[in-house]
């Protein structure tokens, strides 16, 4: 089977056509091989970049890590080049998901010249591994994939709707715990009892914080609670829609769930789905 090419705007006969034939397309023996070579070099740069934090080996180590990570990230470079020269319109690459993540990938070198820290968000290069369902054919997976993004898209309104009425319930509860425990225990200021408020509720509990007076505990114990049951909405919501999905969309005017995910009109009232 052919893959279709990520961008379609295969430029004229010539050397840019051959470059773009390698960086750009699976279904040829070199940009497979281009591809797969490619996925190597981003596990081995993560790798890299986890070992480095250890201490005793970047000590030990340190200038054969700088070399290595200047060597993959020249070659990252390089291939980020190429994919925007051999391209009709470059905009449409640059500005493309891809493209930002191949751009983010490669930044964070040049960034820790000045800041070194910044070295370590080179990981996010770990996203280019995606490119694996492309690479292999994985059709079945990445269409799994668009299964669980669209059931989390129609879900977004009631989710969003939940997070706001999270918000409001743990803003007053830090601030009646503020008021109760009179500002000390840990408790020294409103932003601080809300930081408490999101660590009972989600149950966490770090335990960094902690009431003392009766009416405190009392309070907490019934945040406790809550939060058990508050945890479950978020999951319900969205496995609701994963069970509306699988059966097919529901016609909001005769019920009818027997429509296709594509469909854009009911199979019996003719009805617009939405």
């Known amino acids: 089977m052919k893959i279709k090419p990520e961008f379609d705007l295969i430029p004229e006969d010539g050397w840019r056509k051959k470059i773009y034939e390698v960086v750009y397309l699976s279904d040829t023996k070199a940009g497979k091989l281009f591809d797969i070579a490619l996925l190597f070099l981003i ?21 054969e890590f700088y070399y290595a990570e200047f060597f993959i990230t020249l070659i990252f470079t390089i291939e980020y080049i190429l994919r925007i020269i051999c391209v009709k319109d470059r905009e449409e690459y640059i500005f493309s998901p891809l493209g930002i993540i191949d751009f983010l990938s490669i930044i964070p070198f040049y960034v820790s010249l000045f800041f070194p820290i910044w070295h370590f968000v080179a990981i996010i290069r770990m996203l280019r591994i995606l490119r694996i369902f492309r690479i292999f054919n994985l059709a079945d997976y990445m269409h799994d994939g668009r299964f669980i993004v669209s059931a989390l898209k129609h879900s977004s309104r009631k989710i969003y709707i939940f997070l706001l009425f999270m918000i409001i319930f743990i803003v007053i509860i830090g601030a009646l715990m503020y008021v109760v425990e009179g500002g000390k225990n840990g408790f020294s200021s409103i ?11 989600t149950t966490v509990g770090y335990g960094d914080i902690s009431p003392a007076t009766p009416l405190g505990k009392l309070l907490s114990i019934v945040v406790m609670l809550c939060g058990y049951s508050i945890i479950a909405v978020p999951t319900g919501i969205v496995t609701s829609e994963f069970r509306r999905r699988k059966s097919g969309i529901a016609c909001s005017r005769c019920g009818n769930e027997d429509n296709d995910d594509n469909a854009r009109y009911c199979k019996i ?3 617009k789905m939405v």
């Open 269 to 271: 009232c003719g009805e």
């Open 191 to 201: 932003p601080q009892s809300v930081y408490w408020a999101v660590v009972t509720i």
């Open 43 to 63: 596990l081995f740069s993560t790798v890299l970049l986890m070992v480095e934090t250890i201490p005793i080996v970047k000590l030990k180590y340190h200038r």
